[in-house]
């Protein structure tokens, strides 16, 4: 009978248990299809109850470790091995792909099919496949409100619209709130699509300043003196691409300036939180100048598609209008999911996991990367690496690229490609340990030397 061995004291014991399941599966003590211990069983062996034991199983099941089946038995899965792990990180050209923004990967499928099982059985889901609110569920909206609050910020469900994910709540914000011509400060990197919402949109996009510690009031200020400025759009915690989170300080003059400018601010706050954070958004200093847009793909899963979009009360009714012209409702069957994983715990279980996978991410990074400069955020998986004189950011990611590593230069993120900080994006994923040190090795070795010589055409 399997039994775990040197159970971690620092963890709760269910998921000690389920954390010593996941070492023995991978190195090779416990085989795919090989029969678990019934949870009697194995609580009497290691003298707990068996409501632990069944919290174990249960949360290995959720990571994918094992799979139950009525009648015979919790059984260890059939999980991905090395090769096709590494498969999994590779582009179409064969480069591993460290390009893109996505949370660290959390095998759902067991989680999903039980959480169907338990919403057909417990749930009502009248309407939920005919046209619906356009704000979405109130029931939906109390549950996310509820959510929104361990984020630093007390939501109120009578003005929380339900979107179909970040990108459309910022659709529908630029759409409510601007006019073409009108005039949007945005941080000198910013979210790459930025500059497609400005095309359509047909607004103008004035950078403001960063540095190590985020958006520089100062430099919004200077930019409030010089235009007539319509919304300001940032992301004041952990920053894409720079990582940089802004102090108390910081917010607190940018909601006083929203006042003083008679400028909104649209704040963008989907990365999800580490531990040790006490941090509050701009939203809980000025919520009558903030349109607060959040999601659940980075902490709870990106396929759900659920984000969230809080206006000041009294635009309610113009976004809302911009939300059903982008799409009359979100999915409230995806709503669903993700409230019954709110109230569950699965939801908290799962930013539990993701903040243990990022946090073994950036120590590898660390032990990889040495004595090279560049930042981080406790509560993500990508690094920003500065550049220094000695590379241009399109040109380091393209010779990295030719030496298999993809990874995204600052171009893409600035508005003003010309005066922007330069530098790469680097997301670390949980794909194969020696894939990604032998990818993170060679950005290490591509700063350290110098550029070559190209060809060039008479």
Same mark, same amino acid.
């Given at each position: 009978?399997?039994?775990?061995?040197?159970?971690?004291? /620092?963890?709760?014991?269910?998921?000690?248990?389920?954390?010593? =399941?996941?070492?023995?599966?991978?190195?090779? !003590? =416990?085989?795919?299809?090989?029969?678990?211990?019934?949870?009697?069983?194995?609580?009497?062996?290691? *003298?707990?109850?068996?409501?632990?034991?069944?919290?174990?199983?249960?949360? @290995?099941?959720?990571?994918?470790?094992?799979?139950?089946?009525?009648?015979?038995?919790?059984?260890?899965? @059939?999980?991905?091995?090395?090769?096709?792990?590494?498969?999994?990180?590779?582009?179409?050209?064969? @480069?591993?792909?460290?390009?893109?923004?996505?949370?660290? &990967? +959390?095998? #759902?499928?067991?989680?999903?099919?039980?959480?169907?099982?338990? +919403?057909?059985?417990?749930?009502?889901?009248?309407?939920?496949?005919?046209?619906?609110?356009?704000?979405?569920?109130?029931?939906? !909206?109390?549950?996310?409100?509820?959510?929104? $609050?361990?984020? $630093?910020?007390?939501?109120?469900?009578?003005?929380?619209?339900?979107?179909?994910?970040?990108?459309?709540?910022?659709?529908?914000?630029?759409?409510?709130? %601007?006019?073409?011509?009108?005039?949007?400060?945005?941080?000198?990197?910013?979210?790459?699509?930025?500059?497609?919402?400005?095309?359509? &949109?047909?607004?103008? #996009?004035?950078?403001?300043?960063?540095?190590?510690?985020?958006?520089?009031?100062?430099?919004?200020?200077?930019?409030?003196? !010089?235009?007539?400025?319509?919304?300001?759009?940032?992301?004041? &915690?952990?920053?894409?691409? %720079?990582?940089?989170?802004?102090?108390?300080?910081?917010?607190?003059?940018?909601?006083?300036?929203?006042?003083?400018?008679?400028?909104?601010? +649209?704040?963008?706050?989907?990365?999800?939180?580490?531990?040790?954070?006490?941090?509050?958004?701009?939203?809980?200093?000025?919520?009558?100048?903030?349109?607060?847009?959040?999601?659940?793909?980075?902490?709870?899963?990106?396929?759900?598609?659920?984000?969230?979009?809080?206006?000041?009360?009294?635009?309610?009714?113009?976004? #809302? @209008?911009?939300?059903? %012209? %982008?799409?009359?409702?979100?999915?409230?069957?995806?709503?669903?999911?993700?409230?019954?994983?709110?109230?569950?715990?699965?939801?908290?279980?799962?930013?539990?996991?993701?903040?243990?996978?990022?946090?073994?991410?950036? /120590?590898?990074?660390?032990?990889?990367?040495?004595?090279?400069?560049?930042?981080?955020?406790?509560?993500? *998986?990508?690094?920003?690496?500065?550049?220094?004189?000695?590379? /241009?950011?399109?040109?380091?990611?393209?010779?990295? $690229?030719?030496?298999?590593?993809?990874?995204?230069?600052?171009?893409?993120?600035?508005?003003?490609?010309?005066?922007?900080?330069? $530098?790469?994006?680097?997301?670390?994923?949980?794909?194969?340990?020696?894939?990604?040190?032998? *990818?993170?090795?060679?950005?290490?070795?591509?700063?350290? *030397?110098?550029?070559?010589?190209?060809?060039?055409?008479?």
């Amino acid at each position: 009978m399997w039994v775990p061995q040197k159970l971690d004291p /620092k963890l709760s014991v269910y998921r000690a248990i389920t954390d010593c =399941l996941a070492l023995d599966i991978e190195q090779g !003590r =416990l085989t795919e299809g090989e029969k678990l211990p019934p949870m009697r069983d194995l609580a009497d062996e290691l *003298s707990v109850t068996v409501g632990t034991v069944l919290r174990a199983y249960d949360l @290995a099941e959720q990571r994918g470790l094992l799979v139950k089946q009525t009648g015979r038995g919790s059984f260890v899965r @059939a999980h991905r091995d090395h090769e096709q792990s590494k498969q999994d990180a590779l582009d179409e050209t064969g @480069a591993v792909d460290l390009s893109r923004n996505t949370p660290p &990967f +959390i095998n #759902l499928e067991a989680q999903l099919r039980r959480s169907l099982i338990e +919403i057909g059985k417990d749930s009502n889901l009248d309407g939920m496949l005919e046209y619906g609110q356009s704000q979405g569920l109130l029931r939906h !909206r109390e549950v996310l409100c509820e959510w929104l $609050g361990g984020r $630093g910020f007390k939501a109120n469900p009578e003005r929380l619209i339900i979107t179909g994910g970040a990108q459309q709540a910022l659709t529908a914000a630029l759409g409510a709130l %601007t006019s073409p011509g009108d005039t949007v400060l945005v941080e000198e990197l910013s979210y790459p699509g930025i500059k497609n919402y400005a095309r359509f &949109f047909g607004i103008n #996009l004035v950078p403001v300043a960063l540095d190590e510690g985020g958006l520089l009031p100062q430099s919004v200020e200077q930019a409030c003196l !010089r235009n007539s400025v319509k919304a300001l759009y940032c992301m004041p &915690f952990a920053h894409n691409p %720079t990582t940089a989170t802004m102090s108390e300080a910081r917010i607190a003059e940018i909601a006083k300036m929203a006042d003083q400018y008679g400028f909104f601010v +649209i704040e963008d706050d989907v990365n999800p939180r580490s531990p040790k954070s006490d941090f509050k958004p701009i939203a809980a200093y000025n919520p009558e100048r903030t349109v607060y847009i959040s999601s659940l793909s980075k902490t709870i899963s990106p396929g759900l598609r659920v984000g969230t979009l809080m206006p000041p009360q009294g635009l309610l009714s113009q976004f #809302l @209008a911009a939300s059903q %012209t %982008t799409s009359w409702m979100a999915p409230p069957l995806m709503a669903e999911v993700a409230c019954h994983w709110i109230k569950d715990g699965t939801a908290s279980e799962l930013e539990v996991q993701r903040n243990a996978i990022t946090a073994n991410l950036l /120590k590898q990074a660390e032990d990889c990367l040495g004595n090279i400069s560049y930042r981080y955020n406790d509560a993500t *998986s990508h690094l920003w690496i500065p550049l220094n004189d000695t590379w /241009k950011a399109e040109e380091f990611a393209e010779t990295l $690229g030719l030496r298999g590593v993809r990874v995204s230069p600052s171009s893409i993120f600035a508005v003003d490609p010309v005066s922007a900080p330069s $530098g790469v994006r680097i997301n670390l994923t949980n794909i194969d340990n020696a894939l990604l040190k032998q *990818s993170l090795t060679a950005v290490v070795g591509l700063l350290n *030397s110098m550029p070559q010589a190209t060809k060039f055409q008479m």
